[in-house]
């Protein structure tokens, strides 16, 4: 595995690592840099060599790299890089095959806290297990003492629902690559990261070419929300002719909810607005990160401000204001053909007679026609509300290996069946 950028998993600096192996790992090519190695394994069947760097910037640079997914392009990732979660490391892997590039992975490893997991996980499915693993978790992974850093190794992106591991034009063959770098990777931090668990997210489920490679390999399948997606009626390009394509009930109900704020006012916030307003959108933001059903990792206004800051126009901040105080914000961000709707904050009090959350997806629909986008990704989480302004579900998939090969299986046996959606689906349209 050949590190390019500032720093390595062991705190050296890449001028402290000069030798190198190249080694075959499955069909994979690899190229790692590792102390006081001076052999060269023979190639892989299929000539893949995979370079390695911990920072976008310098994959960037110096790999010929592109990706048409915003999650995955240079600003994003800066982004991330610099307003994400606390103590997140990131890798990224381009592989190629001699001069021609097939794509890149991109990693995340996240601090990991047993103290911790009772806040990040509150669905009930994935909840009742943790109640029954948590003991067997802290008697074989956390009691021993370790002067590693404890995290999960994530290959995909836990602060946003999507398909966003890797990008390139042969998912195939990228899909077959990855069991084998994500142990390469496992092998170059083991000196300073005890890895907890490894996750891969989100394969659609229409296009899922990593689920049988991962199966095989003793990774379990995660049952998942859907992620609501509402693609727009044929001819429908604006607010009026969205409108009017919905069937008179939903007509009506929009109209009401639209008055409950007929006396606020929308806005669209520069950097420094956003900065001004930090301390409320916070305390917006945080109301909403607490009731999240799965919290895995936690961002703040860094992380929405560096999006902002890295982005510029490519990110819309639109706030709610009544007068001069802000009720609620959304952030948002086109993605080829769709409009992500990312992040958000409401006040709960006045989403009790202001419908707050409801007015925030209308919001969103009208942000993604002034992009000229044909649809929106509105993420998990208040399914059958999203349905009634005509979103569906779309299925991925994610999975999980524990490291600690027996409680891999013990959790594998008591996985909890898929839960039988509690939520009816609505169609709003004529």
Same mark, same amino acid.
């Given at each position: 595995?050949? *590190?390019?950028?500032?720093?390595?998993?062991?705190?050296?600096?890449?001028?402290?690592?000069?030798?190198?192996?190249?080694?075959?790992?499955?069909?994979?090519?690899?190229?790692?840099?590792?102390?006081?190695?001076?052999?060269?394994? #023979?190639?892989? =069947?299929?000539?893949? =060599?995979?370079?390695?760097?911990?920072?976008?910037?310098?994959?960037?640079?110096?790999?010929?790299?592109?990706?048409?997914?915003?999650?995955?392009?240079?600003?994003?990732?800066?982004?991330?890089?610099?307003?994400?979660?606390?103590?997140?490391?990131? %890798?990224?892997?381009?592989?190629?095959?001699?001069? !021609?590039?097939?794509?890149?992975?991109?990693?995340?490893?996240?601090?990991?806290?047993?103290?911790?997991?009772?806040?990040?996980?509150?669905? !009930?499915?994935?909840?009742?297990?943790?109640?029954?693993?948590?003991?067997?978790?802290?008697?074989?992974?956390?009691?021993?003492?370790?002067?590693? =850093?404890?995290?999960?190794?994530?290959?995909?992106?836990?602060?946003?629902?999507?398909?966003?591991?890797?990008?390139?034009?042969?998912?195939?063959?990228?899909?077959?690559?990855?069991?084998?770098?994500?142990?390469?990777?496992?092998?170059?931090?083991?000196?300073?990261?005890?890895?907890?668990?490894?996750?891969?997210?989100?394969?659609?489920?229409?296009?899922?070419?990593?689920?049988?490679?991962?199966?095989?390999? %003793?990774?379990?399948?995660?049952?998942?929300?859907?992620?609501?997606?509402?693609?727009?009626?044929?001819?429908?390009?604006?607010? #009026?002719?969205?409108?009017?394509?919905?069937?008179?009930?939903?007509?009506?109900?929009?109209?009401?909810? !639209?008055?409950?704020?007929?006396?606020?006012?929308?806005?669209?916030?520069?950097?420094?607005?956003?900065?001004?307003?930090?301390?409320?959108?916070?305390?917006?933001?945080?109301?909403?990160?607490?009731?999240?059903?799965?919290?895995?990792?936690?961002?703040?206004?860094?992380?929405?401000?560096?999006?902002? !800051?890295?982005?510029?126009?490519?990110?819309?901040?639109?706030?709610?204001?009544?007068?001069?105080?802000?009720?609620?914000?959304?952030?948002?961000?086109?993605?080829?053909?769709?409009?992500?709707?990312?992040?958000?904050?409401?006040?709960?009090?006045?989403?009790?007679?202001?419908?707050?959350?409801?007015?925030?997806?209308?919001?969103?629909?009208?942000?993604?026609?002034?992009?000229?986008?044909?649809?929106?990704?509105?993420?998990?989480?208040?399914?059958?509300?999203?349905?009634?302004?005509?979103?569906?579900?779309?299925? *991925?998939?994610?999975?999980?290996?524990?490291?600690?090969?027996?409680?891999?299986?013990?959790?594998?046996?008591?996985?909890?069946?898929?839960?039988?959606?509690?939520?009816?689906?609505?169609?709003?349209? %004529?």
């Amino acid at each position: 595995m050949e *590190y390019k950028g500032n720093r390595v998993g062991d705190g050296s600096t890449l001028a402290q690592k000069k030798p190198f192996l190249h080694s075959a790992v499955g069909q994979t090519q690899v190229c790692l840099r590792v102390p006081a190695v001076d052999r060269i394994a #023979e190639n892989g =069947k299929m000539g893949f =060599k995979t370079e390695w760097f911990s920072t976008a910037a310098e994959m960037f640079s110096e790999a010929d790299v592109a990706s048409a997914n915003v999650f995955l392009s240079l600003p994003y990732l800066n982004a991330l890089e610099l307003g994400g979660p606390a103590d997140a490391e990131f %890798r990224y892997a381009v592989l190629k095959s001699g001069k !021609k590039v097939f794509g890149f992975y991109y990693f995340q490893l996240l601090p990991f806290r047993l103290s911790a997991m009772d806040e990040m996980i509150k669905d !009930k499915p994935y909840r009742r297990l943790l109640q029954t693993v948590k003991s067997l978790l802290d008697a074989y992974l956390f009691r021993t003492s370790s002067m590693r =850093k404890s995290v999960l190794l994530v290959c995909g992106n836990m602060c946003v629902s999507g398909d966003h591991g890797f990008s390139g034009d042969n998912r195939s063959a990228m899909a077959d690559a990855l069991p084998s770098l994500i142990q390469e990777l496992l092998r170059s931090i083991g000196a300073t990261h005890r890895v907890i668990a490894q996750v891969v997210k989100d394969a659609p489920e229409s296009d899922d070419p990593i689920g049988a490679i991962l199966k095989s390999r %003793r990774f379990f399948r995660l049952d998942m929300d859907p992620v609501m997606k509402l693609r727009f009626p044929q001819g429908v390009s604006d607010m #009026e002719g969205y409108k009017t394509a919905l069937s008179s009930k939903y007509r009506v109900r929009m109209n009401q909810t !639209k008055k409950r704020i007929e006396d606020c006012q929308w806005r669209d916030l520069s950097l420094s607005e956003m900065k001004r307003y930090r301390q409320d959108m916070q305390h917006l933001y945080s109301a909403v990160q607490d009731k999240a059903p799965l919290k895995i990792v936690q961002v703040d206004m860094d992380y929405l401000m560096a999006l902002k !800051k890295n982005l510029g126009d490519g990110m819309r901040c639109s706030a709610l204001f009544l007068g001069d105080r802000m009720l609620a914000f959304t952030t948002g961000m086109q993605n080829g053909e769709e409009y992500e709707a990312h992040h958000i904050g409401l006040d709960y009090e006045e989403n009790r007679t202001r419908s707050l959350y409801l007015n925030i997806l209308f919001r969103y629909i009208e942000m993604a026609f002034d992009s000229g986008a044909e649809s929106v990704c509105f993420g998990r989480t208040a399914l059958e509300m999203k349905t009634t302004v005509g979103a569906v579900p779309v299925y *991925y998939n994610a999975y999980m290996k524990l490291s600690n090969g027996f409680l891999n299986g013990f959790v594998r046996c008591l996985l909890p069946d898929p839960a039988p959606h509690n939520w009816i689906p609505r169609s709003p349209f %004529r």
